[in-house]
């Protein structure tokens, strides 16, 4: 089946792979990434006033707050005039998730399911390069050149957020804020689990997923 419009977002915890599947996907389909996270680092990176209010959250590993969020990836949605997306990191509260579905309707909603101790053991060897959000990490995806990204050669950095004491924060406020949304998008009957301990595991399984919704990329363009 192909649609017109495809409207897909991403969840689990931090540092499951969304980002990582993310970039598999796009690479596949034809769908445009808007990753909240990668959107608010560089803001914060450019100093703009978005990126200057979210960093104070951000760094303790606390959530931006709603309203500002909101605001934030509705005019990121708009940008994308073929109405074809992938959010990730969007919506992370259950206020989120019925603001963006009181005006968008999504076709499907990703969930990836990952043990939470395989993800501590991860988060300290993730490496990014900011200007992209492209993301390594040192024995699973490390970079050619150590420290250096594979595409522009610049140099790559460790998140603030990385930290193990901001990751644990994290982990709990993603069980308290986030897991209301599962709930919220399984009422909507739009969700589906993706189990594993790993991104290679995952993949294959996403993959197949979306070949239902969406031809793949080759088809439709020669871009890629
Ligand atoms: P983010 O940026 O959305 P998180 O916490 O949701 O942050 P994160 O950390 O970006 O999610 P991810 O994208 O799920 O993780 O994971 P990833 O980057 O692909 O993979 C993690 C690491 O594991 C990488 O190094 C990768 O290479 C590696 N990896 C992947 N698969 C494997 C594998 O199979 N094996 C191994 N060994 N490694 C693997 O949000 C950041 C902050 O922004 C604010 C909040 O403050 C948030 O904390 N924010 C919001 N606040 C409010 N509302 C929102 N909607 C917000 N969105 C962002
Ligand atoms: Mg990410």
Known sequence: MSSVVFKSLILGAPASGKGTISSRIIQNFNLQHISSGDKLRQNIQKKTE??????????????????????????????VPNQ???????????????????????????????PFQVIINRVKDRWIHLP????????????????KDDVTGEPLVQREDDKPEVVLKRLELYKQMTKPVIEFYKDKNILKDFHGET??????????????????????????
């Open 199 to 224: 991104s290679d595991e995952i993949w294959p399984k996403v993959l197949e997923s979306l070949t239902f919704y969406l031809p793949f990329k080759s088809q439709t363009n020669n871009n890629n």
């Open 50 to 79: 978005v990126g200057n209010e979210a960093e104070r959250y951000i760094k303790d590993g606390k959530l931006v707050p709603d309203d500002i969020m909101i605001k934030f990836i509705s005019s990121e949605i708009k940008k």
């Open 132 to 147: 992209s959000g492209r993301v390594y990490n040192v024995g699973f995806n490390a970079p050619k050149v150590p420290g």
């Open 84 to 114: 074809m997306w992938l959010l990730d990191g969007f919506p992370r509260t259950v206020s989120q998730a019925e603001a963006l579905w009181k005006v968008e309707k999504l076709d499907l909603a990703i969930n990836l399911v990952v």
